[in-house]
């Protein structure tokens, strides 16, 4: 576990980023939240509007669906660590480009080396293939895999359909609980 120093030294940094154009029309860098020492580690894609306002991840729609989730795993939002790939909104919600994510991947890179976490939980497309780039989410939502990070070796990664595709699309809800279930088995394990 990083010291408080350390972690939120990090967060600071990340605010002050101004590394590419989306902090030139988004409100607010908005950085991973949650305890330095969180098992899980949960990772979407980008802040839409209410976190743009607000500054925190995960807060509107698909956060309240991801709450949902969270509680049928018996987790607390305060049990776990959430983040994106990339911490500015980008205009009118588009998909990040490739090299936004690019420039942005250090940060998430220090929040996970920083946290060591037992699971990471990626959300959606994007977050998967910032690690797995050969993936697609059709394949490998539910299924564990594992990933090596820096000094961070066979940690697992569990994807899961994003929340929003779920709200979208409701057939996927039912998929995106169920793969949700497998987080009980890694994290029991480990105890
Ligand atoms: N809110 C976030 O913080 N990230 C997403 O990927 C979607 C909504």
Not at 26 to 42: E, H, M, T, Y
Not at 125 to 149: D, M, Q, V
Request: hydrophobic share 35%; glycine share 6%.
């Amino acid at each position: 576990m990083p010291s408080e120093k350390t972690f939120n030294q990090m967060k600071q940094q990340n605010i002050l980023c101004c590394r590419c154009q989306l902090r030139k029309t988004c409100r607010q860098v908005i950085p991973g939240k949650g305890p330095s020492d969180a098992k899980v580690i949960f990772i979407g894609e980008a802040p839409g509007k209410k976190e743009d306002l607000l500054g925190e991840p995960f807060i509107g729609a698909s956060g309240k669906l991801l709450d949902k989730l969270l509680l049928s795993v018996h987790l607390k939002r305060s049990d776990i660590f959430i983040t994106n790939i990339v911490k500015c909104r980008p205009p009118e919600n588009r998909d990040p480009s490739p090299e936004e994510i690019g420039m942005c991947s250090s940060w998430l890179e220090k929040e996970i080396s920083l946290i060591q976490p037992e699971l990471l939980i990626t959300l959606g497309r994007y977050a998967l293939k910032n690690f797995i780039p050969e993936s697609s989410i059709s394949l490998f939502h539910g299924k564990i895999t594992s990933i090596s990070l820096g000094k961070l070796e066979n940690l697992p990664l569990l994807p899961l359909y994003h929340p929003a595709a779920a709200l979208y699309n409701g057939s996927l809800k039912d998929t995106l609980f169920e793969d949700c279930k497998k987080i009980t088995s890694i994290l029991s394990h480990k105890d």
